[in-house]
């Protein structure tokens, strides 16, 4: 009895103890050796793009490469807005994104997918309700009410509150954080986000406005499975604010970001070898002592630094490629940027392959590989990963060859190639898994010690063996058909296969046709109609790019009836437009109108919506129709930009030239 009664203890201590882990691990800022890649999932201005229902759509996707995806701030801020001037924080989500609704389906379908959903949290400053007097929303949430007044506020805005803990924001008032009002209401908030709506983490904005004691304070309360914070600075007021979080929290890497944008818009890549204004980034080897790698989120570019219309900012003028490769192969949490995900999937889809695979993670070690600083051409680094190393080289490809005993060339581009060392012993594909429109080409390579290795590949979804599948060299290119096509490779050595890869493909068939879009004002008596356009793939923008955009002034008759219109290209099957029609210098104007990919007529109703004029599609009345038993002259597809076998014999509506075509 004394025994068991002894053993009882013990195991009550070791349950304590790994109760107060579990308590204070989800404190630590960011998990150790971790191996994920986030996502920035909007960039300025991206109403469209990120839509909670646009981004739901490709959580299966995203969900195959990133771990973490950064939304903007999700909540109201009582009208158009990225969620910088933040309103409301627990009653009113219905926001420039989307409702409450669809944010919540989003982030379960990322949940359900893989993905953890870091929020964008802005608690320096506050929006009021009318711009003065202090008006904060009054709001209640589980039966507490919470509301914020003058004592709330810094004194140096205009409040009772306490002098300011930390840099000053002019836009709108700053937040007194010693006050227990407002601490008790951001813990509430913060909690909600992680316990209501399923956020894992945060991404605190302008955290130099505050105190980082302050963020100690919020993470220990709310505990995320992770934290970081923008703190816009050099390296040493990052490490000091990162410490005033007691290691809370991590923070984005802004050195890093700086010194790959001299690098690659100066086209000397050995400043990634040098400080950048005195400071290394948190990633560099001079703090591999600490843990500010750990807690290092990394990143070439993002909503703040990136080319806006008419706006230079401070971007990535070239070498996006060679920028992303290197971040993408080095210590820290990658943090892509949506702009670049977009115009770049499958490169960077085939990094993100290569960093897994070798299994590099944010406390990784590297090695600078170019000892002669002097060389500016070119620059080549080696990351240890927990499952081997990776070489990448960016600049000028042909100044730096890695001798081919040591390295094996595995993916390649535009100033940029990735290298793994030959005893890795596996067969490697340089086209990523995905959906592809027309047929495409996969490079196969062996990673192997073995001379004369060779690979075996089938595209059946068979196992390849010895005796099953096609036998090539290594550098052979497989062609991947339109159509459902399962790659698998096996590095064959010694009559054996070793090892297997393997990837999915959907191919498309799909050719870019152009539609032409149609407005009739006899309704309002416009004299002329402004194409403000964007949306889909990112190509509509109008030529004038300031608004209201194209002005069109000549008619199409069509039928006796006359038309403003203008002609745009569908490039994909999942590419559309938005518009905004007006007239004069922008005012007055229609309501938004989304996701066209085929001709459409519209009439510019006299009924208006929040002042602006709605529209009717008419498309159905004004579209031409053609009888079915007319001869096919020309490629037909139907509305999802499926290729027809043959003229349709079924009635519908399709694509005849570019032309959407009534068959009755």
């Known amino acids: ?99 409450e609704a669809e944010l919540r389906s989003l982030i379960k379908a990322f949940s ?134 007691g290691k809370t929290s991590a923070a984005f890497d802004f050195q890093f970001r700086y010194t790959v944008r001299n690098a690659a818009n100066n086209g000397q890549w050995n400043r990634l070898a040098q400080r950048n204004d005195n400071n290394w980034p948190l990633v560099s080897n001079n703090y591999q002592n600490g843990d500010y790698r750990r807690l290092a989120v990394t990143f070439v570019e993002n909503h703040d630094t990136e080319r806006r219309p008419n706006d230079e900012q401070d971007p990535l003028k070239k070498d996006t490629l060679a920028a992303n490769a290197y971040l993408l192969a080095m210590p820290g949490t990658p943090c892509i940027f949506l702009t670049h995900w977009l115009a770049c999937k499958k490169e960077l889809k085939a990094m993100m392959d290569v960093r897994k695979f070798v299994g590099i993670h944010n406390e990784s070690t590297y090695e600078n590989r170019i000892s002669n600083a002097a060389i500016s051409s070119v620059a080549a680094y080696e990351t240890q990963g927990t499952d081997g190393s990776l070489l990448v080289v960016v600049g000028k490809l042909s100044d730096f060859e890695p001798a081919e005993t040591d390295w094996v060339k595995v993916l390649s581009g535009y100033h940029y190639a990735y290298y793994l060392r030959p005893s890795m012993e596996t067969p490697w594909i340089d086209l990523p898994s995905g959906t592809y429109n027309g047929s495409q080409q996969a490079v196969l390579t062996a990673v192997s010690a073995s001379q004369g290795a060779q690979l075996v590949y089938t595209t059946d979804g068979s196992t390849p063996s010895a005796s099953n599948g096609t036998r090539v060299g290594s550098g052979a290119s497989v062609e991947i058909p339109v159509g459902t096509t399962t790659l698998s490779v096996g590095l064959l050595v010694g009559g054996a296969v070793t090892k297997i890869v393997t990837r999915k493909y959907e ?158």
């Not at 069109?552 to 745009?568: E, L, N, P």
Request: aromatic share 14%; with cysteine.
């Open 507 to 664: 191919v498309t068939s799909f050719e870019p046709y152009e539609i032409t879009i149609y407005v009739n004002t006899d309704r309002v008596g416009w004299s002329s109609v402004n194409f403000w356009s964007w949306g889909g793939d990112g190509t509509h923008s109008p030529a004038n790019s300031s608004w209201p955009g194209d002005r069109v002034s000549t008619k199409t008759t069509i039928d006796g009836r006359q038309w403003f219109a203008k002609t745009y290209t569908i490039n994909a099957p999942d590419d559309y437009v938005n518009f905004v029609f007006s007239t004069g210098s922008g005012s007055p104007q229609t309501v938004d109108i989304e996701n066209i990919s085929t001709d459409t007529f519209f009439e510019i109703s006299t009924t208006q919506q929040g002042g602006k004029y709605l529209t009717d599609n008419v498309t159905s009345v004004e579209m031409p129709t053609v009888d079915v038993s007319q001869p096919a002259n020309a490629a037909v597809y139907d509305l999802q930009g499926r290729r027809q076998a043959s003229f349709p014999s079924k009635k519908g509506i399709y694509i005849i030239k570019g032309k959407k075509i009534v068959i009755k």
């Open 112 to 245: 359900d997918n893989g993905i953890g959903t870091i929020a964008d949290v802005v608690v320096n400053h506050r929006k009021t309700l009318t711009g003065k007097n202090f008006d904060f929303p009054t709001e209640t949430y589980r039966g507490v009410t919470y509301q914020m007044g003058a004592s709330d506020v810094v004194s140096g805005d205009g409040g009772t509150g306490k002098a300011d803990t930390g840099t000053g924001w002019n836009g709108m008032p700053d937040l007194d954080h010693t006050s227990e009002n407002v601490q008790n209401t951001v813990k509430a908030y913060l909690k909600m986000l992680l316990d209501d709506f399923g956020y894992v983490g945060f991404r605190y904005d302008m955290v130099k406005g505050y105190s980082g004691s302050y963020t100690k304070l919020y993470n220990e309360s709310a505990n995320p499975q992770f934290s970081v914070g923008e703190c816009w600075d050099g390296t040493q007021t990052i490490r000091n604010w990162i410490d005033a979080t």
């Open 1 to 99: 009895m004394k025994k068991m009664g002894q053993n009882w203890k013990v195991t009550l201590l070791l349950l304590l103890a790994f109760h107060f882990s579990l308590s204070t691990s989800a404190a630590d800022g960011w998990p150790s050796q971790y191996k994920g890649v986030m996502l920035q999932g909007f960039y300025w201005d991206s109403f469209d793009a990120t839509k909670w229902t646009n981004l739901q759509k490709q959580a299966g996707e995203l969900g195959q490469y990133f771990d973490l995806v950064w939304l903007p701030q999700s909540a109201s801020c009582g009208g158009l807005s990225m969620g910088y001037d933040d309103l409301y924080w627990f009653s009113n989500y219905n926001s420039s994104f989307g409702t």
